[in-house]
């Protein structure tokens, strides 16, 4: 059917809504379901070098390690400003 449709624009001269016509038959043809997309899985280098990391910025990170240490938040934020978002570090600078 659609190439019957893309021939009559073809003949009427309109080659725009030829050319429109063929975008949207490959735009379709190449479109997937969102289910089928294929994830791209994280790597365990990635994940490892997060937990090596305290993010400041996350208020649940922060509160994490206050709790862990049995400091404040704000101790906390003081620490990462000091000596960096190194979660070694942080924690030993939190310890003494």
């Known amino acids: 059917m659609a190439d019957s449709i893309a021939l009559a624009l073809f003949r009427s001269g309109s080659l725009i809504a030829l050319l429109n016509l063929r975008f949207l038959s490959a735009l379709l043809l190449s479109y997937e379901p969102r289910g089928a997309c294929i994830m791209t899985t994280q790597t365990k280098r990635g ?3 997060d ?3 305290v993010a400041g910025g996350q208020d649940h990170e922060v509160r994490y390690e206050a ?3 049995g400091v404040s938040r704000g101790e906390v934020k003081d620490a990462i400003k000091q000596v960096g978002n190194s979660r070694k570090k942080v ?3 939190l310890e003494g």
Do not use: I, S
């Open 51 to 53: 937990r090596a990391r």
């Open 67 to 69: 709790e862990k240490e």
């Open 91 to 93: 924690e030993a600078k």
């Open 47 to 49: 994940r490892a070098q």
